[in-house]
Each structure stands twice: as structure tokens, then as C-alpha cells.
Nanobody
Framework: QVQLVESGGGLVQPGGSLRLSCAAS????????MGWYRQAPGKQRELVAG???????NYADSVKGRFTISRDSAKNTVWLQMNTLKPEDTAVYYC??????????????WGQGTQVAVSS
């Protein structure tokens, strides 16, 4: 059974930092592209950052230069370091795993989400 368990969310003041973690189990971690998505109230879920199995990264324009995604296959974990947070970063953040091989190409797993609130 695949599980993605997020942690690290919370309330932070504008300009502050948070580090989200996602611990994956039940899958061969190195075969999956990992990503962080977010969904604010009344808005669609959007991609924040992604990291391939080889370590290539991509970011939403709104977070470039502020957020950093990283992964460790030995720990089956992906992180999202969020700096210089803004009120518009407030959302529920979700961890995602997408399969990258013929055998896993239909795999698309989600965590339960962790709330991030940026407010003074």
C-alpha cells in the first residue's frame, strides 16, 4: 500500500520560512517523479515544484527563487523548503508521486495534505 505522509505545515508570518517533508512508503521511490502541489480556497490545485528521479527540478513562476525542492532516495523523502513566504502562499500543500516507467506510468499518488498559512 502506497503512502505519502506530509508534515511541516503551520502558521508563519510573512517573510518567514517553513520546510515541508513527504515520507513515501510502499513504492520504489527512485522510479517516481515527486512533486508538491497546493490548493488555496476557491482555487484549483496547482503545481508548485517537481523533481525527477535524476534530480531535475521545475518550479511555478510564483515560487522561483523562494522555494527549493529536494529528495533523498535513501530516505524515501522529498522536501520543500519555502523561504520569504507571502500571504498568497497560503494553501493546503500536497505531495505527489508519478510513475516514470512503463510498469508505473499509470501510478499517480497523493498525500493527505498539510496546511500552510502565512499571516501576520
Amino acid at each position: 500500500q502506497v503512502q505519502l505522509v506530509e508534515s511541516g505545515g503551520g502558521l508563519v508570518q510573512p517573510g518567514g520560512s517553513l520546510r515541508l517533508s513527504c515520507a513515501a512508503s510502499g513504492l520504489t521511490f527512485r522510479l517516481y517523479t515527486m512533486g508538491w502541489y497546493r490548493q488555496a480556497p476557491g482555487k484549483q490545485r496547482e503545481l508548485v515544484a517537481g523533481i525527477s528521479s535524476s534530480g531535475s527540478t521545475n518550479y511555478a513562476d510564483s515560487v522561483k527563487g523562494r522555494f527549493t525542492i529536494s529528495r533523498d532516495s535513501a530516505k524515501n523523502t522529498v522536501w520543500l523548503q519555502m523561504n520569504t513566504l507571502k500571504p498568497e502562499d497560503t494553501a493546503v500543500y500536497y505531495c505527489n508521486a508519478q510513475g516514470t516507467t512503463i510498469a508505473t506510468m499509470n501510478d499517480n499518488y497523493w498525500g493527505q495534505g498539510t496546511q500552510v498559512a502565512v499571516s501576520s
